[in-house]
């Protein structure tokens, strides 16, 4: 997204963040299924709707 | 007539939900105070006539300051929220803004020395009983909306208070819609297909739901949610929702019909929809920003019949194709879709030359080509400017695309073409695998395109991508496409 690490928290939010838009979401989760070899439910790709709940959907589905 | 007082004409239940979002309401009544406290402040600090731009996603915000700008006869110039900062500067000088309105989220894109509102100022606003927007001259223009610019620079397009009506009178005709219509929208309203649905359920005194989601998928439960009766999208809204959620199989109770327009889907899509759906009413449509947005729909009932179709024109427009002599095309032969209506726009802003490039004698030449059948149903080809030149042929990507698509294990598929020493230019096909079966390969799909196409439709080369880049009307963006694959070739040599 083009984000500087560093600007990034667990409250970096798709609501507030210009860079984070709906097709750069879908093309996270996309990311996210290749690197991890796994399949995102909908209602979890709504849910990560900031840093910190992507951080802990990921981490249900890796463990 | 003013545009706005054109919506609220028949308004008759003023408690009546009018705008729903996740969070809560706008009946009409509010809905009409608001914009009237906003058009009476413009009226005061702006005077009329004058161009404010509007940066916002679809809010309420959004939808208040449009309607105030344009009923208190200023003009409204929609600028989509992904713009470069460089082409907001060049909109913001070329087009001497001195108002704007924009989400707070958006602020920090524009740095220049005008006024600056966002929705803060809505609750600020003193009431104003009984605002009486100014005498409107119907062909004095009402809204900007710059194009999405697929294939070259920004436009702005000139739509006049005739346009607006004239168009929004016919979309209304055409899909029936009643005020028990409640639309889930998803697309911007700064683009003409946004804008139109705003427009019809508003003059119906239907309602409109403000589908924000961070995911496409999350319309399936707003549909259901909010008893949306209608949904618009563009190909790859209904592509995205095919391949990546569970749309095929839901039952979308509240959903009385579904419409596609911004741009061909591929056939299979369209099947698989109407297949799905069998009860539900599917339209198949055709527009462009230099038409307000409607020219053309498929009756529901012929989706199938006439499969890939853009049907006819709608009430009050005149679309017909043209061969280069200017007479209209017989059955089989190809010519260029043209279009006649009062709602054909006033010109692009500021742009006299390209005006008179796209309008003669009050005819409206869309760059389209097109092929019909006995009974004059229109079926595009390809886009004028796309039109692939390789090799002394002439090749419209539409065919190739829709082949490749038809392929088990193909996606969605873009075909360009790649300047080439020998051939002028190269048929290059770029192929979305479904990420399912992944079995897919390059040889395979040449090996179908040796069997069933001319040699010189014959790809040359196949790249596979993921994601297709997409432009900020979501349409797949073919320049895009095209110079990362000069690039790489660039990077090992064009073969």
Redesign the interface.
């Known amino acids: 997204m083009g984000i500087p690490v560093d600007d990034v928290t667990d409250t970096t939010a ?3 963040c ?1 860079q984070w ?3 750069k ?3 996270m ?2 990311k996210f ?2 690197t991890f070899g796994i399949e995102i439910g ?1 209602d979890d ?2 849910a ?2 900031n840093y910190g709940k992507v951080k802990n959907i990921l981490i249900k589905y890796l463990t | 007539m003013n545009f706005v007082d054109y919506l609220f004409k028949h308004q008759q239940d003023p408690e009546k939900e009018c705008i729903l979002f996740r969070d809560g309401c706008l009946t009409y009544r509010d809905l009409t105070s608001k914009v009237d406290d906003l058009a009476a402040y413009l009226t005061i600090m702006v005077g009329s006539d004058k161009e404010c731009l509007l940066i916002s996603e679809n809010t309420p915000f959004f939808i208040i300051t449009y309607l105030a700008i344009i009923k208190s006869g200023n003009i409204a110039l929609l600028a989509e929220t992904r713009i470069s900062d460089e082409q907001l500067g060049t909109i913001i000088r070329d087009c001497n803004i001195r108002t704007m309105f924009v989400q707070k989220k958006f602020r920090s894109k524009v740095k220049n020395n005008v006024s600056i509102f966002d929705e803060d100022l809505l609750p600020a606003l003193p009431y104003i009983d009984g605002y009486v927007s100014p005498p409107a001259d119907d062909d004095a223009v009402a809204v900007v909306i710059f194009t999405s610019g697929s294939t070259g620079a920004k436009k702005g397009v000139m739509l006049t208070h005739r346009n607006l009506s004239t168009n929004t009178e016919s979309i209304v005709q055409y899909l029936g819609l009643n005020s028990k219509d409640r639309i889930c929208a998803s697309l911007p309203f700064f683009y003409c297909y946004g804008a139109s649905l705003l427009h019809t359920h508003l003059r119906v005194g239907g309602s409109v739901f403000l589908s924000n989601n961070i995911f496409l998928g999350g319309v399936i439960r707003d549909i259901d949610t909010f008893s949306c009766t209608g949904f618009a999208g563009v190909p790859s809204t209904y592509q995205i929702l095919i391949n990546k959620t569970s749309f095929l199989k839901e039952k979308l109770l509240p959903l009385r019909y579904m419409m596609q327009a911004g741009g061909q889907l591929p056939n299979k899509y369209i099947r698989m929809i109407a297949e799905a759906f069998p009860e539900k009413k599917f339209y198949v449509m055709y527009g462009a920003t230099e038409a307000t947005a409607r020219m053309s729909y498929l009756p529901p009932d012929l989706v199938l019949k006439k499969l890939g179709s853009i049907g006819k024109g709608i009430p009050g427009v005149t679309l017909e194709v043209l061969n280069e002599h200017g007479n209209p095309i017989q059955p089989g032969e190809t010519g260029e879709i043209t279009a006649r209506g009062n709602n054909i726009m006033k010109g692009y802003y500021r742009d006299p030359e390209d005006t008179r490039n796209v309008i003669k004698n009050g005819r409206f030449y869309t760059g389209d080509l097109a092929t019909i059948d006995d009974e004059g149903y229109i079926y595009i080809i390809g886009r004028a400017k796309n039109i692939i030149k390789a090799g002394g042929y002439r090749i419209s990507p539409n065919e190739i695309e829709e082949f490749i698509c038809s392929i088990e294990g193909v996606t969605d598929c873009v075909v360009v073409g790649i300047p080439d020493e020998i051939m002028g230019e190269a048929v290059v096909a770029v192929v979305q695998a479904d990420k399912v079966t992944e079995s897919i390969g390059e040889d395979e799909i040449l090996t179908r395109c040796k069997q069933h196409l001319p040699s010189y439709k014959i790809p040359t080369a196949i790249h596979f991508v993921e994601e297709f880049p997409l432009n900020a009307s979501n349409k797949v963006d073919r320049q895009a496409i095209t110079a990362s694959i000069i690039t790489k070739q660039g990077k090992r040599g064009i073969r």
């Open positions: 798709y609501n507030s210009v838009d709906s097709l979401h879908l093309q989760v996309a299924e290749e909908m790709i709504i990560m709707e």
